[in-house]
């Protein structure tokens, strides 16, 4: 009974999750510059002219370069975080551990003041540089969440057997760890490519000439006549997110079933 | 021997996590000692004065504006908070109590996946929804419910409220969810047959035993809402704006980044001092009594 009534709760609170969501393809194909009901007729033309703005697809190059390198150095630093928490004991490790978690909950304006202030001290010009490091902070603890339960589900004895029959530390660990954890890895860069590319406010404050795509869209939204097409990018972001992270997902669960762990739901 | 095993095993602990710490306290331990000091100096047209002086602090605590957008930001976090934890514990209850195990990480995805579509779109969304001519009003006009639109919903804290409470709502039910997966539920099975009801059983096993997740849910909701920008810029209009905004037009519009630095090392004190306060007096919640 009290079964029934949560499940309808819980599809209830899906419903009110995905609406808004489910609004901006509506209004992508929707026929008419203002976005309200009733909707006028079907139309591609606003994805047509995404085609056609330079400013965006510069932002876009960006916003991909940026998301690129952030990935990999975040999850290359999260790979020896989280290897370090679940491999290792050491001192210190839960306040060590704790420290480089911290950006995780930390507001995201407080990261990005603070590293325009030490930017600009330090007489460097912001640049596309400055966002990769900003966004590197905030991803790196989402790969070492990611890629500690990939880690602490070995089996410490195939690396000892491996050492054993005469490879070195290094040669065990591509050989054997490497592989059980590639999925791993490839659903952190997944994640963090994703939280990359969608990242507004560091980038807003440290992106100086060279807009990402968020911060592209930020300037557009206050012209009432651009949003149709801002729908329709909108559109396409969601889609390419929803494709990432649908494979990170996959990735995760057949890495978990690889190392014969246990779905225990979810990447946090 | 055993000694030396240790030490090396420590060693190589301290090595492997060493790039990824001298990275985090490059980024983020030096910016933040960065603000805190910036925080003591003043601006001097285009340089700054480095007389060490309270001069921000004082600003911030006698210009009333400062205290106002303050005590907004943390009653909206706190709404926000308590809005997304007691609308997210059914949801994790339900997954956890009664989705068979097979169908329990489609769930958690599930609701997961709206965290990682653009948060800025999102936002906006709500913005086209709620506004004026928006989907909301549009919709009710259309059918005849209202006349006029409706000009409560947009551009005052309570649009703030529930943009926020939606953006954050998947991350409130993973700890929560976290907690009550680990309820051994052997524990339950011993309350009934001791006689407590399903109600009873509920209030005094599973609620304590899953606080800890609760309590995460809230650090994890109420720390960075308060450090929101988008939404009150969004949705907010002038009365619905947090401190996040004047820090950043501190920083960006007015060119006096010390008094930036003082507001936002003053929100970090004090939203860090509520957190470190509510982890204090919960530490003995979900434990046997000694």
């Avoid at chain 1, 005469?166 to 065990?172: C, I, N, Q």
């Avoid at chain 2, 001069?55 to 926000?80: F, K």
Wanted: hydrophobic share 55%; net charge positive.
């Amino acid at each position: 009974m009290s079964g029934r009534v949560l499940r309808i709760y819980a599809i209830l609170y899906l419903v009110f999750l995905y609406l808004p969501v489910l609004l901006l393809p509506v209004f992508a194909f929707n026929d008419g510059t203002i976005i309200a009901f009733p909707l006028n007729g079907f139309t591609t033309a606003w994805f047509a002219e995404l085609v056609a703005i330079p400013a965006l697809h510069e932002a876009l190059g960006n916003s991909l370069i940026i998301a690129t390198v952030t990935a990999m150095l975040s999850t290359t630093l999260g790979v020896f975080a989280a290897r370090a928490s679940t491999r290792f004991q050491f001192p210190g490790k839960a306040g060590i551990m704790g420290f480089i978690m911290v950006p995780l909950v930390l507001p995201e304006i407080i990261v990005a003041v603070s590293l325009l202030v030490v930017l600009l001290q330090l007489g460097l010009s912001l640049s596309i540089w400055s966002v990769i490091l900003g966004h590197t902070l905030i991803c790196t603890p989402f790969c070492i969440a990611i890629l500690s339960s990939s880690f602490s589900g070995l089996d410490r004895s195939l690396e000892e057997a491996a050492i054993d029959l005469g490879e070195t530390r290094l040669s065990a660990f591509r050989l054997v760890i490497l592989p059980l954890v590639t999925p791993g890895i490839i659903a952190a860069l997944l994640i963090s490519f994703t939280i990359s590319l969608d990242e507004f406010i560091i980038a807003f404050f440290l992106t100086g000439t060279e807009p990402t795509l968020p911060v592209y869209i930020w300037s557009q939204l206050r012209f009432p006549q651009k949003l149709p097409v801002i729908m329709a990018l909108g559109t396409l972001l969601i889609l390419l997110s929803l494709i990432l992270i649908g494979s990170a997902e996959m990735l995760r669960r057949r890495g978990l079933h690889k190392s014969g762990q246990k779905d225990a739901g979810g990447f946090l | 021997m055993a000694r030396f095993g240790l030490r090396t095993e420590a060693a190589q602990g301290y090595v492997m996590v060493s790039p990824t710490l001298i990275f985090t306290v490059l980024l983020l331990a030096v910016p933040l000692i960065a603000i805190v000091v910036l925080s003591f100096w003043t601006q001097n047209f285009m340089e700054f004065d480095r007389s060490v002086t309270l001069a921000n602090y004082r600003e911030a605590v006698s210009d009333p504006i400062y205290g106002t957008l303050m005590g907004r930001s943390l009653w909206i976090a706190g709404a926000v908070t308590l809005v997304t934890v007691v609308l997210a514990f059914p949801i994790a209850y339900f997954v956890s109590f009664h989705v068979p195990q097979e169908r329990k990480a489609l769930w958690i995805f599930l609701i997961t996946i709206p965290f990682w579509t653009s948060y800025l779109l999102r936002v906006f969304l709500w913005k086209v929804i709620l506004g004026f001519n928006g989907v909301l009003n549009s919709s009710l006009q259309g059918i005849g419910i209202i006349e006029e639109p409706l000009t409560f919903l947009l551009y005052n804290a309570n649009a703030v409220v529930i943009t926020l409470a939606h953006a954050y709502a998947p991350f409130t039910i993973l700890p929560i969810y976290v907690a009550l997966e680990k309820i051994d539920r052997s524990l339950l099975e011993a309350a009934r047959d001791l006689g407590e009801t399903a109600w009873g059983t509920f209030r005094r096993v599973t609620l304590p035993l899953a606080m800890p997740g609760v309590i995460a849910a809230t650090l994890i909701v109420f720390i960075p809402v308060i450090g929101d920008y988008v939404t009150p810029r969004l949705v907010g209009g002038p009365n619905g704006l947090m401190i996040s905004n004047m820090i950043q037009t501190q920083f960006l519009r007015l060119n006096n980044a010390p008094m930036g630095a003082a507001l936002a090392v003053s929100a970090m004190t004090i939203v860090g001092s509520m957190a470190l306060l509510l982890v204090y007096l919960t530490r003995n919640i979900g434990r046997a009594p000694k």
